[in-house]
């Protein structure tokens, strides 16, 4: 099993930065896509950022500019700095990883940390 341990969130003034890290343990070969997704009373999850093995970025248009994710392979985190919040960004925060669990069949499987809060005051 793969787990996800989540740190970083918390209250921030608008404008203000926060750096959320996720890191993954386990049993697993190698860790492919890495990304965080987030979530606001009433709405649903979305994509914040996700990030590849070889570090290729996709994020979402709300935070373009403004959120930066990053990976270290081996040590198997990734982190999400987050500048110039507003309060639009306030959410529960989730990592997401993808695992490769046996190469022989080469299979994969998708993980999820329990979440962190980010508050951002207005």
């Known amino acids: 099993q793969v787990r996800l341990v989540e740190s970083g969130g918390g209250l921030v003034q608008a404008g203000g930065s926060l750096r959320l890290s996720c890191a993954a343990s386990?049993?697993?070969?190698?860790?492919?896509?890495m990304g965080w997704y987030r979530q606001a009373p009433g709405e649903q999850r979305e994509l914040v950022a996700r990030i590849t093995r070889s570090r290729t970025t996709t994020y979402a248009d709300s935070i373009k500019g403004r959120f930066t994710i990053s990976r270290d392979n081996a040590k198997n985190t990734v982190d999400l700095q987050m500048n110039a919040l507003k309060p639009e960004d306030t959410a529960m925060y989730y990592c997401n990883v993808e695992a490769l669990r046996s190469t022989v069949r080469m299979s994969t499987y998708e993980y999820w940390g329990q979440g962190t809060q980010v508050t951002v005051a207005s």
């Open positions: 386990g049993s697993f070969f190698r860790i492919d896509d």
